[in-house]
């Protein structure tokens, strides 16, 4: 045992020498393999992002911080914040040895403008976990549940069985919501024994203020970064032949303010006489004056040849041997690089096989600014030879930076739709746009194969500005008949983001004889028109076709490892089996593609659509508390990436639930905020559905008044498509039924009952069994506001036929105070009830008693026994099943069941929601 945890088990990682390694080295080949397959995408390099960069030997150690951040109230997230230049990575160096001396396992990070994509950093810190010796394709203790993502890296960090230390350098980069999303997720949720350390110009937005409020995080500030006059002393010290006076080093500290950067610069620049003289007359400048008067010291004292190599470089983020000698055409780049590593001179040696250096960000800008005064076209020049490097050797994003800032924008181009190949069907989508937004504005007209990736790219990310300006190249281009570049299925997909079903399917329909190129992208297209023909087939009421296109995108999706057109395939099926009367079916499927590992990757409109779905149905199974669960847990990505009919059954299905608790109020910000989303999303059809629901508000609390009011709202602006079409979120509820009822209420209930008959002779034509289970309900409500009770019962009675043996139990309940009498009085009489011990009188029974139970108040949980508030104690101390068994002494099989009773009694569904419960509410 060290420090109170277990050693490392077989395979794990254990310190040797001062660094991280994995005890076998076939996990270490196989461990980011394993874990990229799990997900469903190529696994990311084992590159310089995740090893810490070598520490300066000239650093000095910074004692009275470090013992403040690992003394006896150190706190669990430590954040390094100031400005470039106030050695924040150096103190993370430092602190990374600390945790490395006391036994921890540490993981490094260096985040950039790449990692605004949540996919790619999600997938870095998956590579930094498997690092570490977590078994990523280990199975989750309940196989099958939806497992969010942070907790599920939670879990693997767990699952080390040691304390760890995360390290994450450059979190200023990160500047986008889904990427933010996910490391607050990450950092709020682990528990003690994960420590973070993290380096950031400015204050991340990650909860941080609740964090520092209740002792969990605190902040190293600018100020507390500046050295301390005795440690400007200590940087000098060892400087052989320079010893300075006490005069001098005041002058330093004086001029220099403590700033480490400037400190530094005065170290190199003591061999120029004119910092010399200045220093022994007391003369002192601001620090941001200092460093740049200090720079030109510095360079000024390099030969020639050194400078040359410096200036020409200066351009560079990153730099090897390699590409130094061919950006300069000479073949002394390691040597150069090793000399000026050694010297000190403000460059730094990235961690990696490869052998990478960087410069520090104030000495590279001072360089380059001192290049672009002194020879005007030489950045261009270094910039192009850095781009046909990087594109030589596969690195396009790299190549993209410099073929830019060389003002190539023609091989920028074609850089960027190389990888674009590959950023698509990956979904990698907030690179693209992100990329996008540096290209000249007429890159698409250039590369007509790239306009067709860009409007894939803005169609999954909901992004209807940038698509308009394509839209008249990829017209354009399928005028021109078949070529190399078929713009057939971005249309469509197109069609479908502006709710045009009608447009799409003729899109789609042009490439029904053609076959899938045989490139990744060409499999992806494919897979993603079998679900836009899949889609239009459910939307005709032709299942059979429908759930089989879907199969085929599931099988391309998988060919092409496109996670989230998998997504798309999974969801449609989903509400296939959802229209046919198979709700227990679509509840299991639609829990299964979402707690596929391939899904946890996910940030993006197929994961929006797949959480609204699965609210769909598990409200409609009465499944209310997980429903609403859920849609806490994905809201924020509900809002930004879903679309028309997803976000319609979503917060139609929310609101409801709002309205079954007692909180009318919260129903009605939930329907606000829906239309709000419609109307920015350019979907006026979605803006009338949840209007449509606003009215049966109104009509089943019997405000008829204010019901009539909302009438004219509804007035049918006609579809897209023929009569007979209906999508998902209109098989229930529509503008049609929606006037069927308003007329039903408002005494027009023959005119209600002639169009509910001839809708449900539509539906029934179709196998809608969903649709016909709300038509036969609404006919009976009919039937019993013209006293034809009989006929009345008939309806309901074939309504809980076809209802019960998918389990739709919130159809009976959303109509209202009416039909729950009529369902009570058909339960009580001998005569219509269903014949006992049948599917249909236990549905029955089913729906009275949850009836009754949404007029009560819910009841409290049941209590936990003594021993499974003990188990539940020693799970919210992260001990493992195993141990749990070894101090209750009994067997893990006997914890196992604990566990979940435990779970059951919580109303929670995994081992990380217990432990938040815990932390909540107390044992």
């Known amino acids: 045992m060290t420090g109170g945890f277990p050693r490392p088990r077989r395979g794990a990682a254990v310190r040797s ?54 003394g006896a109230a150190a706190a669990r997230v430590v954040v390094f914040q ?54 990523a394709a280990a199975d989750d203790e309940d196989t099958g549940t939806i497992t969010p993502r942070a907790d599920w890296l939670i879990g693997r960090l767990l699952g080390l069985g040691h304390p760890v230390a995360l390290f994450i350098d450059d979190l200023h980069e990160v500047t986008s919501a889904g990427a933010l999303r996910l490391l607050r997720e990450l950092i709020t949720n682990t528990p003690d024994r994960v420590r973070w350390f993290l380096a950031s110009r400015l204050v991340p937005e990650l909860g941080l203020p609740r964090l520092v409020a209740g002792d969990e995080a605190c902040v190293v500030s600018a100020e507390d970064l500046r050295f301390s006059r005795d440690e400007s002393r200590r940087v000098f010290e060892a400087l052989p032949g320079a010893a300075l006076s006490d005069f001098e080093l005041e002058a330093i500290f004086s001029g220099t303010g403590g700033w480490p950067a400037a400190v530094q610069l005065y170290r190199l620049a003591l061999g120029s006489s004119s910092v010399r003289d200045s220093l022994q007359a007391g003369r002192a400048n601001a620090p941001r004056e200092v460093a740049d008067y200090l720079a030109e010291n510095v360079l000024g004292q390099q030969t020639p040849r050194v ?34 590593e050694r010297d000190g001179l403000f460059v730094r040696r990235l961690e990696s096989r490869e052998g990478w250096f960087t ?71 907030a690179t693209v746009d992100r990329w996008a937004r540096r290209l000249p504005a007429d890159a698409a007209r250039r590369r007509p194969g790239l306009a067709v990736k860009l409007a894939w790219a803005f169609s999954f990310l909901v992004r209807h500005e940038p698509i308009e300006p394509l839209m008249p190249v990829l017209e354009a281009h399928l005028a021109q008949g078949p070529s190399g570049v078929d713009p057939r299925l971005a249309l469509a997909m197109v069609m479908v983001l502006k709710d045009d079903m009608a447009q799409s399917l003729v899109y789609a329909a042009l490439t029904d004889d053609r076959e899938p190129a045989d490139t990744r992208f060409g499999r992806f297209e494919y897979s993603a028109s079998y679900n836009v023909r899949g889609f239009v087939a459910l939307t005709r009421g032709r299942f059979d076709d429908a759930l089989a296109f879907f199969a085929r995108g599931r099988e391309l999706s998988e060919q092409a490892h496109a996670t989230f057109t998998l997504g798309y395939s999974g969801v449609h099926t989903g509400l296939t089996l959802l229209a046919q009367g198979h709700l227990r079916e679509a509840i299991s499927h639609l829990r299964a593609v979402m707690a596929d590992r391939r899904m946890l990757l996910e940030e993006s409109v197929s994961k929006a659509c797949l959480a609204c779905a699965l609210i769909l149905a598990l409200y409609e199974a009465d499944e209310t508390a997980e429903a609403l669960a859920l849609f806490e847990q994905f809201h924020e990505m509900i809002v930004e990436a879903c679309i028309h009919d997803y976000l319609v059954v979503c917060y139609r299905s929310v609101a409801r639930l709002h309205d079954l608790r007692g909180a009318p109020e919260r129903a009605l910000a939930v329907l606000e905020e829906a239309e709000g989303l419609a109307y920015a999303g350019r979907w006026p059809r979605a803006v009338r559905l949840i209007q449509c629901e606003r009215l049966r508000r109104e009509l089943v609390a019997g405000r008829l008044n204010r019901a009539r009011g909302l009438a004219p709202r509804l007035a049918d602006e006609g579809g897209d498509g023929p009569d007979d079409w209906v999508r998902f979120s209109e098989e229930t509820d529509d503008p049609k039924l929606a006037r069927m009822r308003l007329a039903l209420h408002c005494d027009d209930v023959e005119a209600a009952l002639a169009a509910i008959r001839a809708a449900l002779d539509v539906a029934r034509r179709h196998g809608r069994v969903h649709r016909q289970i709300r038509l036969q309900l609404l006919a ?14 008939q309806a309901l009675q074939r309504a809980i036929a076809l209802a019960a043996p998918g389990g739709y139990v919130r159809m009976f309940l959303d109509e209202g105070p009416g039909l729950l009498g009529l369902l009570q009085a058909h339960a009580d009489d001998p005569a219509e009830a269903p014949p006992p011990g049948s599917e249909a009188r236990a549905f029955v029974e089913r729906l009275v ?75």
């Open 82 to 135: 100031g400005p470039a230049g106030h050695g924040k990575t150096s103190l993370m160096l430092q602190a990374h040895a600390v945790c490395e001396q006391q036994g921890m396992l540490t993981g490094w990070l260096s985040l950039d403008g790449g990692d605004n994509d949540a996919r790619r950093l999600l997938g870095h810190l998956q590579a930094l976990v498997a690092m570490l010796g977590a078994d």
């Open 849 to 923: 008693a949850a009836a009754v139970r949404s007029l009560a108040p819910a009841p409290l949980l049941e209590p936990l026994t003594k021993r499974e508030a003990k188990v539940l104690a020693m799970l919210a101390d992260y001990l493992s099943n195993e141990q749990i068994a070894e101090r209750l002494c009994v067997s893990e099989n006997t914890v196992k069941f604990h566990v979940r009773n435990v779970y059951s009694k919580l109303g929670v569904k995994t081992r990380l929601d217990a432990i938040r419960f815990v932390k909540t509410h107390g044992v």
């Open 780 to 793: 009976a409500l009919a039937q019993q506001r013209l006293g034809r009770m009989a006929q009345a019962h």
């Open 359 to 429: 410069y520090h960000a104030l000495f590279a800008t001072f360089l380059q600014d001192q290049l672009a005064r002194a020879e005007p076209s030489a950045p261009a020049a270094a910039h192009r030879r850095a781009a046909a490097w990087f594109q030589a050797h596969g690195h396009y994003e790299e190549a993209l930076h410099h073929h830019l800032s060389a003002g190539d924008d023609d091989r920028a181009c074609e850089v960027f739709d190389l990888w674009s190949d590959s950023l698509v069907p990956d979904g990698h989508l």
């Open 307 to 340: 400078q040359d190599f410096l200036l020409r470089t200066s351009v560079l983020a990153r730099m090897s041997a390699p590409l130094c000698n061919a950006l300069l055409d000479r073949d002394d780049a390691h040597e150069m690089l090793a000399s000026l």
């Open 17 to 70: 020498q001062g660094k991280i390694v994995v005890q076998s080295s076939k996990l270490q080949r196989c461990l980011p393999l394993k874990l990229a397959a799990s997900a469903g995408v190529a696994p990311p390099p084992l590159n310089h992002k995740i090893l810490p960069p070598r520490a300066h030997r000239h650093a000095v150690q910074r004692e009275v911080l470090l013992a403040r951040l690992f």
